[in-house]
């Protein structure tokens, strides 16, 4: 199964195997989301220890922003992203046992323990998400760049710090090679409309990498940017918050690293740093046919965890009164501007939730209340109708989405014909039932998401 399947996620398999297809109630989804919730707050905090030690705010800050993000919502609040979420969680778990891998060789200590840990993260991680390979490339090149600025100090202890390489670099490397080889990777990359990624070279590369990096480094309501209806105000608001976001750091550039001592400025390149990690994460999802702010997920929090230590250095260490304020200004616009968005996914979120669960009861209803099939032949074949009013006049994400897409009528299919396979479907996309008889189904999408709200 591991070798055959496009994609293989044992994760999203167990919450797969819990989910009851009548009721799509999931009892193991969300518990195995708060495991790598709780797992991607721990390593902030740790990650946020070694930035600022002893400042307690930047951790609960960070956490926040988190929350608000964009790439949290699409993550959190759906059931077969789990992966995404562990995903995230192992990712930043890479990132501090790396950085204290790096610290056990700078001191002559042995990294045997650190590359044990890294080799368990990488072996899970691979086989939780495809897309965690982008978590190597980040921490790969962080430590390929930590050990050759070890080489020219300690050559010993660049050659303790290089055995990380092989379980960050070497296990993925090995892993897609051997995926690759046995036709399960390679399958998953062919453009058929069932993949789930599709391997291009185009304007995607810039479109994914616009997409993915907003998703991490923005909030608040992108989805209403490409929504000529919505207010100007939203429409504008996350382009806003990208202009406060750079003015806080352009701050904590000025008047924390470039006006301060030398040894009151050294939590600045290790913020840094993780936030650039984070964003290299990012850069597996650039080949794919099309993206959404989910990718973000994990990046967002390396991004949270910069901004969190700058706000709080400013706040602690520039002299101005008048710049502490303008920081907590503009730290407050963009929390705000993030809650203003995520109470906007919320709406949409509820609104495709609701209409998905009545599209699957209507189709329930349906199959029980069919005639039946013929003695000794197949029942004539049931046709399911989505009319236009279906499909909303926009699509965003996985929050803004037609009913047909909501369901996966692909997956629904192959699972009506193992249910009932003397009874032949089809379903019919934008057209109402010409003909309405037993046989038919035309399905009522009253209560979804119109282009007007925001």
Known sequence: MWSGSPSFRPVELVVSASCDERTLRAPLALPLHLAGLVGLCLALVKLAHRVLPG????????????????????????????????????GLWAVEVAWHALDAARNGRSTLV??????????????????????SAGVGL????????LLVRD??????????????????????????????????????????YQLEF????????????AGAVGTGPFHGLS?????????????????AEACLLAIMLEFVVLRRAR??????????????????????????GSVSELYGFGANACVALLLAAAFTAICQEARSRMIRWVSIALMGFA?????????????????TWRVTRSVNQQILAFMDTRPEAPKYFDAPQSTIYFPADCRPSRSHGSYIMPAAQAIDIINTVDWMKRLHPRYPVTFSIDQDAPNPNPYELQIDCSGAADVGNW
């Open 55 to 90: 400042r307690g705010w930047v951790a609960p800050m960070a956490i926040l922003w988190v929350a608000l993000s964009p790439g949290t919502s699409c993550s959190v609040w759906q059931i077969d992203t789990v992966s995404q979420t562990w995903s995230a969680a192992l």
């Open 114 to 135: 650190s590359c044990t840990i890294l080799g368990c993260i990488f072996a899970l991680g691979v086989n939780v998400k495809e897309t965690f390979y982008g978590w």
């Open 142 to 149: 962080a430590l390929i760049g930590a050990t050759a600025w």
């Open 155 to 196: 050559r010993r202890a660049a050659l303790r710090l290089g055995w990380t390489l092989f379980p960050v670099v070497a296990l993925p490397v090995a892993h897609l090679a051997l995926r690759w080889m046995t036709g399960s990777m390679s399958r998953s990359l062919e453009l058929k409309q069932e993949n789930r």
């Open 202 to 213: 185009g304007m995607n590369l810039l479109i994914n990498a616009a997409q993915s990096t």
């Open 227 to 243: 929504n000529e209806a919505a207010p100007l105000l939203v429409r504008v608001l996350p382009l806003f918050t990208l202009v």
């Open 263 to 288: 040894g009151q400025r050294g939590f600045a390149w290790p913020a840094v740093l993780i936030c650039v990690i984070g964003l290299l994460s990012l850069s597996v999802t650039f080949p794919m």
């Open 335 to 351: 929390m705000l501007a993030g809650a203003i968005g995520l109470s906007g996914r919320a709406s949409h979120f509820e609104r």
